[in-house]
């Protein structure tokens, strides 16, 4: 009965065709991601970027693999350096490239090979508006989202921004695998709760995002 329990809770709920969610997915390897995020930090810190339309981001990133997602006031981009140290990103961890492959491949995508994971941090009100992640060059790869840390609501919308969103609580350890008919959906993160929090990271929640940028 307990494992029966157990299947069904591990189950991919789908959250629009073509996006999955993957409840716990990450929790074997929680603790490692988290040294390994502190690792790459070290290298290349944690920093609130600022758009080009002059705001600054409320969460705070960094990045590993051959090239991070960078936006200033000349735009967005992929940089295979880092503007801040001037060096390349740090390497992607293979537990990172694994984690993200194991992910696709269950939602169905068996050829994920990525070569860039963006890093995001968010403290107590950060947030992260509608957008559209579009600055990859093949729309066929998914994106693998993996959620660590304090719980959010992750906000996930249609085609265009007007389509009204649906409500995702993500919390330690799940994973969203998203890509098919949805890759350009609009989507955001609501801002983090005054009282949300994890045992191993405190009122901090990571995100990383893996893709295929190139
Ligand atoms: C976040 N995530 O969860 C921000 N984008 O902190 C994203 O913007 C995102 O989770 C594309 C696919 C999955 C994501
Ligand atoms: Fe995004």
Redesign the pocket.
């Known amino acids: 009965m307990q494992d029966l329990f157990a299947d069904e809770a591990r189950k991919p709920v789908v959250m629009a065709t073509g996006a999955w969610l993957l409840k716990g997915f990450a929790l074997m390897q929680d603790r490692q991601l988290l040294t390994q995020i502190e690792d790459i930090a070290k290298r290349s810190p944690f920093r609130q970027q600022v758009t080009p339309g002059g705001h600054t981001m409320s ?1 705070a990133m960094t990045g590993c693999g051959v090239a991070s997602w960078v936006t200033d006031r000349r735009g967005y981009r992929y940089d295979r350096l880092d503007p801040e140290t001037g060096a390349p990103w740090p390497e992607m961890p293979d537990t990172f490239r694994h984690l993200a492959q194991d992910a696709a491949a269950a939602a169905g995508f068996k050829s994920f090979a990525p070569d860039v994971c963006l890093i ?1 941090r ?1 403290t107590t009100g950060a947030r ?1 508006g509608l ?1 559209q ?1 579009k600055d990859e060059v093949d729309f066929t790869a998914p ?1 693998v ?1 993996v ?1 660590l840390g304090a719980e959010m609501t ?1 906000l996930f919308g249609g085609p265009q921004r007007r389509d009204k969103p649906t409500r995702w609580l ?1 919390e330690h350890g799940d994973v ?1 695998v ?1 890509g098919g008919q949805s890759r350009l959906n609009f ?3 609501a801002p983090l709760g005054k009282r949300a929090s994890h045992p191993l990271t405190g009122p901090v ?1 990571y ?1 990383l ?1 893996f893709r295929q940028a190139f």
Do not use: E, K, P, Q
Request: avoid cysteine; aromatic fraction near 16%; proline fraction near 0%.
């Open positions: 969460a995001n968010y992260m957008h992640d994106i989202s959620s992750f993500l969203v998203w989507h955001g993160v929640r995100n995002t």
